[in-house]
T-cell receptor, first 113, second 116 residues
């Protein structure tokens, strides 16, 4: 089955700097890759997603890149702010196979003021 | 537009008991999935329901079951609770189109289950 690895497990950056979180997946059939942000005491919040027919997607300060050949995808957050501090999860699934996401173990991002 | 609503938010149960958790998806969403989140195992898929039918199932024992009603609301049940079932149980809903293609999934705040 699918296995998703995520690095780093913790990341501290200064406010205004960029943050990059990387994930790799094992099943070449996976074609849908969402990213979620989870704050303390809350459920995961979808922040961006990408499908395998696209190499990059941006939404304001957030971008995701996908390399299908290498089977890895990355989250890029620019101009980080203290409110970006949270745990971030990547996930992989097959677009037409259902919402059975395989999640990475998470990255705890701390943005220092 | 209301989000995904899970009830109750917190539960404390005794080992051996059973528990039922409820999830109301976003209006118009037909797919509901359940996940278990623990510090050791992370987020793990339990099962997905679409149009009252279980479509996918994760690798959990038969003590974990679920159902979906005609209004898309879903319940999950855990019987014969074990200490290791203590976790945050999350429900996610998505729209799904007629061809069952994946669309964005939105999570509720979860139910924190503690088994003592």
């Amino acid at each position: 089955g699918e296995n998703v690895e995520q690095h780093p497990s913790t990341l501290s950056v200064q406010e205004g700097d960029s943050a990059v979180i990387k994930c790799t997946y094992s099943d070449s059939a996976s074609n849908y890759f969402p990213w979620y942000k989870q704050e303390l005491g809350k459920g995961p919040q979808l922040i961006i997603d990408i499908r395998s027919n696209v190499g990059e997607k941006k939404d304001q300060r957030i971008a995701v890149t996908l390399n299908k050949t290498a089977k890895h995808f990355s989250l890029h957050i620019t101009e980080t702010q203290p409110e970006d501090s949270a745990v971030y999860f990547c996930a992989a699934s097959m677009w037409n196979y259902g919402q059975n996401f395989v999640f990475g173990p998470g990255t705890r991002l701390s943005v220092l003021p | 537009k209301a989000g995904v609503t899970q009830t109750p938010r917190y539960l404390i149960k005794t080992r051996g008991q059973q528990v039922t958790l409820s999830c109301s998806p976003i209006s118009g969403h037909r797919s509901v999935s359940w996940y278990q989140q623990t510090p050791g195992q992370g987020l793990q898929f339990l099962f997905e329901y679409f149009s009252e039918t279980q479509r996918n199932k994760g690798n959990f024992p038969g003590r974990f079951s679920g159902r979906q009603f005609s209004n898309s609301r879903s319940e999950m049940n855990v019987s014969t609770l074990e200490l290791g079932d203590s976790a945050l149980y999350l429900c996610a809903s998505s729209l799904r189109d007629i061809s069952y293609m994946n669309t964005e999934a939105f999570f509720g705040q979860g139910t924190r289950l503690t088994v003592v």
